[in-house]
């Protein structure tokens, strides 16, 4: 019975121990006793990962126990020769104690709200399958509204929670954007390269530089003239760095206004 009303206390008193019908007997000690009721509690296995257990509720002061039928139910067991509570499906260990011939497991209570992934899925469809980040921001909502906490408080994982429920949900799936898709338009020409060339007459940090791009492919190159601006000058940067190096003279030409390229 202690261990219930901490369990409540401890959990700002959202369980309330419920009446059963038949009672259940149990033996400690040598003595037998009633149960009083039932209690729902949340046991944290991982942040991921919570059991949910109805016990019985007598008037003795012993802890929570987990059953076979708990073990089974979720994958677990205890190695008694590393003195840990091992979780199969979530493929975890957990450490656990020895006391007067019995194996204890402590756990740590987070004050946020826990919810299980089936309970997550009915949020998701009572807000009529709302996206992950509208849910995500009436939970900050809820908890600025009811706890008065920051923004901080809220759990980092949350939205990527609600991101594996809308994932999992089939209507969600059906109901979505098609993902975007790269479009590129084709020439209508054959692409040649070297057939038509821009040229154009730069500066940078005060000093002239000679830029070249192939109109098909896109490909350029560019240097810096030598001997100032001169008509010269820019044949000579032309002749190194795009027609003796690649495939030489171009069909085309398209320069600017200067003068330097109209005589060149």
Not at 77 to 94: A, I
Not at 169 to 186: E, S
Not at 245 to 253: C, D, E, F, L, P
Request: hydrophobic share 45%.
């Amino acid at each position: 019975m202690q261990q219930a009303e901490a369990y409540i206390k401890l959990t700002g008193g959202t369980g309330t121990i419920k009446k059963v019908g038949p009672k259940t007997v149990y033996q400690f000690g040598g003595g037998k006793h009633d149960t009083v009721g039932c209690l729902d509690i949340r046991v944290p296995i991982t942040a991921e990962f919570i059991i949910i257990m109805a016990v019985d509720v007598i008037k003795l002061n012993v802890p929570f126990l987990l059953g076979l039928d708990t073990l089974d139910r979720y994958k677990m067991y205890v190695n008694n020769v590393t003195d840990e509570l091992v979780c199969v499906n979530e493929g975890v260990s957990l450490p656990t104690t020895r006391s007067d011939g019995h194996v204890y497991y402590s756990w740590e209570w987070n004050p946020d709200i826990l919810y299980t992934f089936p309970e997550l899925v009915r949020i998701h469809r009572h807000f009529f399958h709302a996206s992950p980040e509208r849910l995500y921001a009436v939970i900050i909502t809820a908890r600025l509204m009811l706890r008065r906490a920051k923004n901080g408080d809220a759990v980092p994982e949350t939205l990527q929670r609600l991101q594996d429920v809308a994932a999992a949900c089939d209507v969600c799936q059906r109901l979505a954007k098609d993902p975007g898709r790269f479009r590129a338009a084709l020439p209508e020409g054959d692409v040649i390269f070297n057939r038509v060339v821009l040229i154009d007459l730069m500066f940078l940090n005060g000093r002239a530089v000679l830029h070249i791009v192939d109109k098909d492919t896109l490909f350029s190159a560019a240097t810096f003239l030598r001997d100032g601006q001169s008509t010269a000058a820019v044949w000579d940067a032309y002749m190194s760095v795009w027609v003796t190096r690649y495939a030489g003279y171009s069909n085309h030409i398209h320069v600017d206004a200067g003068t330097q390229l109209h005589s060149a």
